[in-house]
């Protein structure tokens, strides 16, 4: 870590999380001619009945609806889709203002999407520059441009694979041998000590409780609908803090988000000076040890 700023990462949850509510409920479930009601019971209960994975079967549903009524499906349709997303207040200047905060205390922040909506609609979305990375479930396109197969599905469990990633620094979602290789805690490039997980409700619990677990911190944000579902996450110790949806400078989410950047700064420096004074009883005192013998 020498030599470099120290890396704090924050990682978010989308739907519900950065946005008001499912990102296909704004502009692709309406080109159906669904509700957002109607289409989730179509997709649940069609998982139920055949035992398929939740997310598995919202993105085949998507396929045989748009293929029913004959709509455009392509991966530039769906990019345009996300152009609609309504994000909460502070939420599209928020990531500068925190970049910024954290050049204040030496440290670099970087951001990334873990989530089980799409990443097309995701892209689309004025945010998606924000993010060195985004997790989200993608559809394989062939030639044509026509989606043909889950190329990614983000569950709420397959949610702590990437956090295991980004603590490694292993990116690339094809390279699983180099995430499972053996790698001391202290060249991991991200430590779960200086990460923050950002969610809103149960699909974020497992990678909360891993927070929680390796020393990072877990914040869940709620709109009125569900304060009492977030209010449940923290008295069950799943998260550290819970907040209003706001993101606006000088929130409670805002000034919370800066002190804990405060504090693992601060952690990291004291590290810094642990590990300098170690290096220099290693110079210093270790050669006059040798001559002994």
Not at 23 to 39: D, K, R, V
Not at 200 to 210: A, E
Request: glycine share 8%; net charge negative; with cysteine.
């Amino acid at each position: 870590m020498s030599g470099q700023r120290p890396i704090i990462a924050f990682l978010y949850d989308f739907d519900k999380t950065l946005c008001t509510t499912d990102m296909q409920n704004y502009a692709f479930i309406p080109s159906l001619g669904m509700t957002p009601a109607e289409f989730w019971a179509e997709a649940n209960g069609f998982g139920r009945e055949h035992r398929i994975d939740a997310v598995l079967a919202y993105m085949y549903i998507m396929l045989r609806e748009a293929e029913r009524k004959n709509l455009p499906f392509t991966r530039e349709d769906l990019v345009e889709k996300g152009r609609g997303i309504e994000l909460f207040p502070g939420v599209e200047d928020w990531f500068r203002r925190i970049d910024a905060f954290g050049g204040t205390q030496g440290v670099q922040v970087e951001h990334y999407v873990i989530s089980s909506g799409l990443r097309e609609i995701i892209e689309g979305s004025p945010i998606s520059g924000a993010f060195r990375e985004i997790y989200a479930s993608e559809f394989y396109y062939d030639g044509t441009g026509r989606p043909v197969w889950p190329k990614l599905a983000v569950n709420f469990t397959a949610k702590t694979q990437f956090v295991y990633r980004i603590n490694k620094g292993v990116l690339d979602v094809s390279d699983d041998k180099t995430l499972n290789d053996s790698m001391p805690d202290d060249s991991k490039r991200v430590p779960f000590t200086n990460m923050i997980y950002m969610g809103d409700g149960l699909s974020d619990v497992p990678c909360m409780k891993m927070m929680r677990a390796y020393g990072g911190q877990a914040i869940a944000v709620y709109q009125s609908g569900n304060r009492a579902g977030v209010e449940e996450l923290l008295a069950k110790r799943r998260v550290d803090f819970i907040f209003p949806a706001d993101y606006r400078e000088g929130t409670g989410l805002d000034e919370t988000v800066k002190n804990i950047i405060r504090k693992m700064a601060t952690a990291d420096r004291l590290w810094e000076e642990n590990a300098r004074q170690l290096r220099h009883l290693g110079e210093d005192v270790l050669p006059d040890q040798v001559e002994l013998f």
